[in-house]
């Protein structure tokens, strides 16, 4: 067992979400004024964010807005690296009862939010996952049915970050329903307009829209 197991916080469970983050102005060429950028217009709880349990029922208002960022870019004569930010995700974990809010701020294509999704799912004992980039880094651990995460500044020497521990029977099955609908979105996304930026790589299907 690690010594800040005994540190972390126990609570009931943690309410896994994957967004979409959006934007309503497209900056095209530095120093210039950005143009609008028209936002889809289901109800969401976040103005710039879309939670894929808003989205679900809302897949071509979500494509029409992607869909606009596409034609901008293509009108800029932008490669997709260039426009990368405009497709990029959000992995969260929150207890708002409890305050707890761990983020993964380096994760913005449902390919990595999903591998650490998959091992807190699974049933593997011990480090079940560990990653870290620039300043943050993430560890969970299943020992007896619990589950242990950290989330911590690896730079920060002794801090401890924040840590957790929760039964593990509590999130695993909040995290198949959150799995199937993102991977539901994310595949209507990539065939409706080609760029497989969701997912982390740059896939262009048949007659998609590109944008390299």
């Not at 540190?7 to 004024?33: K, N, T, Y």
């Not at 500044?153 to 695993?172: I, S, T, W």
């Amino acid at each position: 067992m690690e010594s800040w197991f005994a540190d972390a916080r126990p609570i009931d469970s943690l309410e896994p979400e994957i967004a979409f983050h959006l934007r309503d102005e497209f900056h095209a060429v530095p120093d210039r004024p950005p143009e609008p950028l028209a936002l889809p217009e289901f109800p969401r709880a976040s103005r710039l964010l879309a939670r894929s349990s808003e989205a679900v029922g809302h897949e071509a208002e979500l494509a029409a807005y992607y869909g606009r960022v596409a034609a901008l870019a293509r009108q800029h004569a932008l490669k997709l690296h260039q426009v990368r930010q405009y497709f990029w995700m959000a992995l969260r974990l929150d207890n708002e009862e409890a305050g707890i809010h761990l983020s993964f701020p380096w994760y913005d294509a449902f390919s990595a939010m999903d591998h650490f999704l998959a091992a807190v799912a699974g049933n593997d004992q011990g480090m079940v996952y560990d990653d870290q980039d620039q300043g943050w880094a993430v560890e969970a651990w299943a020992h007896n049915g619990t589950l242990y995460i950290r989330q911590s500044n690896p730079d920060a020497g002794d801090e401890p970050g924040q840590a957790v521990a929760l039964p593990r029977v509590g999130l695993q099955p909040r995290i198949a329903p959150l799995r199937e609908r993102t991977s539901k979105l994310v595949a209507y996304l990539a065939k409706e307009l080609g760029p497989d930026a969701w997912l982390g790589g740059e896939v262009q299907p048949a007659g998609a829209l590109d944008l390299r």
